[in-house]
Nanobody
């Protein structure tokens, strides 16, 4: 059974940092394109970052313009985990953050988003940036 579990959210002051984790169980994350999305109160869900699979693809990382230079997506193969390092956080980064993936052959990173709405989602982790 494919499962994704996010962790690492919390309350941080503007300018602070957090590292979100997306741990996989039931499958090996290295074989999958993994995306991070976020949804702020009253707003639509938006793509934040996507990393291509390390197997059969080049493992490239993509970022939304709003987070480029501040956020970094990465993989830890040994821990079967994808991270989102978030630096210089701002109040507008406040949202629930989700990691997601899919096993369909036509699912892959499309810029910082994905070609399809993913089938597999984590439960989300709340990030609040406030003084």
């Amino acid at each position: 059974q494919v499962q994704l579990v996010e962790s690492g959210g919390g309350l941080v002051q503007p300018g602070g940092s957090l590292r979100l984790s997306c741990a996989g169980s039931g499958f090996t994350l290295d074989y999958y394109h993994i995306a991070w999305f976020r949804q702020a109160p009253g707003k639509e869900r938006e793509g934040v970052s996507c990393i291509s699979s390390s197997v059969g693809s080049d493992g490239s990382a993509y970022y939304a313009d709003s987070v480029k230079g501040r956020f970094t997506i990465s993989r830890d193969k040994a821990k079967n985990t994808v991270y989102l390092q978030m630096n210089s956080l701002q109040p507008e980064d406040t949202a629930i953050y989700y990691c997601a993936t899919d096993d369909r052959s036509n699912f892959y990173c499309s810029g910082y988003g994905t070609t399809l709405v993913p089938d597999y989602w984590g439960q989300g982790t709340q990030v609040t940036v406030s003084s």
